[in-house]
């Protein structure tokens, strides 16, 4: 067999490598040949689409699942994208998890001890209906799962069909992931709209009026706050009040606000900023509550997509960072501390010890500020500084900072920042990670610069996906 990118292939997968991916072992004219496909599963027979090819193996697209792997059960929920693994029962998912993280940290860190330090794997209190946020598109381009066929001139809500960014599977029933009501009668909602004859977008042609709904849930308060987003094409023709009115009669109570987006970027984005957007009724955000905080959230504001396991999350990293006894005078940093989440559970595990927040982004230190004075808390300080300046722009600092804690972005720490970091002196980093790959890459720099891996715990908040979050804590020798 030759292989060419573009090329669509049927491949047996027979194994499982961190970040979900799929793996598939063929032989081509030059030998053995490893194939990685994203979002496939061990046991499942599946055509899949080349992306890219190396000397040894070639990464590539899942497009279809052929049959399905004997582990696999059969759930009443409707497969999309975003879940690829919604018929795998969740014990398997979560050892195939652990294994490949595992395996994967302790190679691209170098650190042969990962397996010893390993304490434990959290699983997400809730398996199903976990997030609170989705994002659906419309499309006249629709993939009908009953025929198999692509439609044109349709009006189809719901995923993009894999492997593709033109067409779009309509949600039929609950996708397992969000709001089980709200999906449920998300046909109505389609077809309510469909009747008003505007048309869904075009994606090849960049024309059409409905493009996305985006739907926040506050799990506190079992409410919605819904975004509307549509092109301004034929916007004369659209009764917004009829819509919010049929939105609350069809979940009477629940909604807490409409937004109505007018975007007519060509970019085929959902968010907010990304037009003019206008609050029809209701409240302009819901609230939460995480780790008995209370947090208010706009659309477009940060917030954990699964609560109920980011509390565990947070639960743990406070153990890993309070474990150790702190000394008169000592000082625990959050840094990069975004809008201040971890820095208040800090301050509320242990209102003893001085605490401060440190961040690039003055935004979200003001945003930070406030959040912690709605929930009472004062005995942590909110900086917006650069970390390598944090130093010379506040010296009574200098010698003091025992502890950090760090949640950096996904492409984890950039490697300048890092010796930035390393340069604060800490006793001990617990370090967050969306990213297990980028935090292996930085661990190995911290273990150069003297600090050693004393803990490592998995966290999957993430159930049906190959996405997994991870804690290490790292002690100076």
């Known amino acids: 067999m030759t292989l060419q990118r573009a090329q669509e292939i049927d491949l047996?997968?027979?194994?499982?490598?961190f970040g979900g991916r799929g793996i598939a072992r063929i032989q081509t004219d030059k030998g053995p040949f490893v194939i990685f496909v994203d979002n496939a599963f061990p046991?499942?027979?599946?055509?899949?689409?080349?992306?890219?090819?190396?000397k040894t193996f070639a990464e590539a697209k899942l497009l279809e699942v052929l049959q399905r792997a004997e582990s696999e059960t059969?759930?009443?929920?409707?497969?999309?994208?975003?879940?690829?693994?919604?018929?795998?029962p969740i014990a398997i998912q979560e050892k195939y998890k652990q294994d490949s993280t595992l395996t994967t940290f302790s190679k691209l860190s170098g650190l042969?001890?990962?397996?010893?330090?390993?304490?434990?794997?959290?699983?997400?209190?809730?398996?199903?209906?976990?997030?609170?946020?989705?994002?659906?598109?419309?499309?006249?381009?629709?993939?009908?799962?009953?025929?198999?066929?692509?439609?044109?001139?349709?009006?189809?809500?719901?995923?993009?069909?894999?492997?593709?960014?033109?067409?779009?599977?309509?949600?039929?029933k609950a996708s397992g992931l969000f709001d089980e009501k709200w999906e449920t009668q998300l046909k109505e909602l389609r077809s309510f709209l469909q009747k008003t004859s505007l048309p869904a977008w075009h994606p090849p042609q960049k024309k059409g009026f409905f493009r996305h709904i985006v739907v926040r849930k506050s799990f506190l308060n079992d409410q919605l706050l819904v975004n509307l987003v549509t092109s301004n094409e034929g916007i004369e023709h659209f009764d917004v009040q009829a819509f919010a009115s049929f939105l609350q009669a069809l979940h009477p109570g629940r909604i807490a606000g409409l937004w109505h987006t007018i975007n007519d970027n060509v970019a085929d984005r959902a968010k907010i900023e990304n037009g003019h957007s206008q609050l029809i009724f209701g409240q302009a955000v819901i609230e939460e509550e995480l780790a008995g905080l209370r947090f208010q959230i706009s659309m477009e504001s940060f917030f954990q997509t699964n609560p109920s396991?980011?509390?565990?999350?947070?639960?743990?990293?406070?153990d890993y960072l309070f474990e150790d006894a702190f000394e008169p005078g000592d000082i625990a940093m959050d840094l990069f501390c975004g809008t201040g989440t971890i820095g208040q559970l800090m301050a509320k595990r242990n209102p003893d010890v001085r605490i401060i927040g440190v961040d690039i982004v003055e935004k979200a230190i003001e945003d930070a500020k406030q959040n912690a004075a709605k929930n009472g808390i004062h005995s942590v300080e909110f900086y917006a500084a650069d970390v390598g300046k944090f130093l010379k722009e506040y010296p009574d600092f200098q010698g003091k900072i025992k502890r950090i804690m760090l949640d950096p972005p996904r492409a984890g720490i950039a490697p300048k920042t890092l010796q930035k970091v390393i340069a604060l002196d800490a006793d001990s980093i617990v370090y967050i990670s969306c990213n297990p790959s980028t935090q292996a890459r930085d661990a190995n720099t911290l273990a150069e610069a003297g600090y050693v891996l004393e803990k490592y715990?998995?966290?999957d908040q993430f159930p049906h996906t190959g996405h997994i979050e991870a804690i290490a804590k790292f002690k100076k020798a």
């Not at 046991?43 to 190396?54: H, S």
């Not at 994002?135 to 492997?163: M, P, V």
Request: hydrophobic share 35%; with cysteine; net charge negative.
């Open 112 to 172: 042969t001890e990962v397996n010893d330090k390993f304490d434990t794997f959290i699983s997400s209190p809730q398996h199903y209906h976990y997030r609170n946020k989705m994002e659906y598109s419309f499309s006249c381009i629709e993939h009908d799962l009953d025929t198999n066929q692509e439609l044109d001139d349709a009006f189809a809500l719901g995923f993009k069909r894999r492997g593709t960014w033109w067409k779009v599977e309509s949600l039929n």
């Open 43 to 54: 046991g499942q027979l599946v055509r899949a689409k080349i992306e890219t090819k190396r």
């Open 457 to 459: 715990a998995l966290v």
């Open 74 to 88: 059969i759930s009443n929920f409707q497969e999309i994208s975003g879940g690829p693994y919604i018929h795998v």
């Open 309 to 318: 396991c980011a509390e565990l999350l947070y639960d743990k990293a406070l």
């Open 12 to 17: 047996q997968i027979v194994d499982y490598a």
